[in-house]
């Protein structure tokens, strides 16, 4: 068995006592003491996430933008400003989800992707296929680090440790977009519901950053919180809430397709069809009325029939009860009944996200 791999903080989450897992290959902290806590100080204050597995991909040459609108289900068209970031998801001939990513626009010749973890070398290999014969180069960025400060407070935070042009320019910067400085990189964005910045920069930085802001007051925070986070925030989740087997219509990311022109992209086809013909299941949030924890692939029942199943289930420690992602039938009602173990514990269907920005929205 292969050795798993590490981020440039392996040693910064050792000194803060991390319980280190095994995600996607990588030896990542899934919480360093209480992931309730650390999901709290998100919520009311700041923390920090080490997001340096995710993959980080410069596309540069004259025909990226052309490429891009290819490429992706969303329209690049819609980014006109230096610094727009754009969320969307590549897909396959068959309208599948092969992931989702964020892609941010730098200039004409220069755009950059931050694309997941797990599969990492699918998406290089989908990329680099789809790139070949165009005038533009690949560039996968491994030297770099990642790190992902949230919060009401983040944002204040992060402004005490940048100094000259990019911090003025951080302090202007809108939600999804972004300002870089050499090899700095900061964007507006996130995966926990909260404010805060995704930060790119050099590995060798990375943990004299990181210490930084531990001692400006920023909380470490794990898998755990991150995932009980960007799921109170209604985010999917690669592998749990869409996959090659799903689209983004029945993912709950049709806001993420553009078809209002002829612009011709992979997966266009496939999902024009399963738009005429009546989109056969939908993503619903969930909120748990009896005893239990929702988790994923639990068996969602109405009238004794199969409707669909969880795809992503916890505890909300923001709520204080058990919220869920599920994908069900499309003519499924708003209550429902959910298989925990032998017993049909009753659910209710809701709008989601469940919270955003501190706020319950349920």
Known sequence: MSALARTPLYNAHVAAGGKL??????EMPVHYGSQVEEHHAVRQASGMFDVSHMTVVDLRGADVRAFLQQLVANDVAKLKEGGKALYTCMLDEQGGVI??????????????L???????????????QQA???????????????????????????????????????????????????????GRTGYTGEDGYEIILPAADAEGF???????????????????????????????????????????????????????????AA?????DSGVPRKMVGLVLEGRGVLRGHQKIVVDDQEVGEVTSGTWSPSLEQSI?????????????????????VPARVVKYPFVRNGKPLI
């Open 324 to 344: 869920a992602l599920a994908r069900v039938t499309s003519g499924s009602g708003d209550q429902v009944n959910v298989q925990i173990r032998n017993k049909q």
């Open 271 to 275: 999902l024009q069809a399963q738009k």
């Open 114 to 128: 931050v694309v997941n973890a797990a599969t990492r070398e699918k998406d290089m290999a989908w990329i680099t």
């Open 99 to 112: 992931d989702d990513l964020i892609i941010y626009f730098m200039s004409e010749d220069w755009f950059r």
């Open 21 to 26: 897992v095994d995600f996607a290959g990588w």
């Open 132 to 186: 070949a014969g165009r005038d533009l180069t690949v560039a996968e960025r491994p030297e770099l680090a990642m790190v992902a400060v949230q919060g009401p407070e983040a944002r204040e935070k992060v402004h005490g440790l940048v100094s000259g042009d990019l911090a003025a320019a951080a302090t202007e910067l809108k939600p999804f977009s972004a300002a870089s400085e050499g090899e700095l990189f900061i």
């Open 210 to 268: 990181w210490n930084q802001l531990l001692d400006a007051g920023v909380r470490p925070c794990g898998l755990g919180a991150r995932d009980t986070l960007r799921l109170e925030a209604g985010m999917n989740l690669y592998g749990s809430d869409m996959d090659e087997t799903t689209s983004p219509l029945e993912s709950g990311l049709a806001w993420t397709v553009a078809m209002q022109d002829d612009r011709d992209f992979n997966g266009r």
